[in-house]
């Protein structure tokens, strides 16, 4: 009976990471790290590490435009959520900033694999 090698065991299968959950979770983690320990730099942190494990994502499995495209949407969702929130809340902002960001990493990325 032959027996699995690292390269074609089932652990070692690359699915595409959905990425629509990644920075939906980095925009939300990041608010919630930043309200909670009051330290921008490590909020930053989270949504970075979020937004770079998109991208690698994203990069890897679309062309260069697409991928423009949807870290764009990643940074003007962070961006447009401050002003967003002096109007409708802070939470709300940020709640709509990550739906936004993560339909766009579905429509144009999650869906399509």
Not at 26 to 36: H, K, M, T
């Amino acid at each position: 009976m032959p027996t699995a090698t690292p390269a074609t065991s089932p652990a070692h299968t690359s699915a595409p990471l959905p990425t629509a959950p990644v920075v939906a979770a980095g925009l939300v983690g990041g608010f919630a790290v930043g309200r909670a320990t009051h330290r921008r730099p490590l909020a930053g942190l989270v949504l970075a590490a979020a937004g770079v494990a998109a991208g690698r994502q994203w990069a890897k499995d679309c062309g260069p435009a697409t991928t423009t495209t949807l870290v764009a949407t990643y940074l003007a969702a962070f961006g447009l959520s401050h002003p967003l929130a002096k109007r409708i809340g802070a939470w709300p902002a940020v709640l709509t900033a990550a739906a936004t960001s993560a339909a766009a990493a579905w429509a144009l990325h999650d869906r399509l694999r």
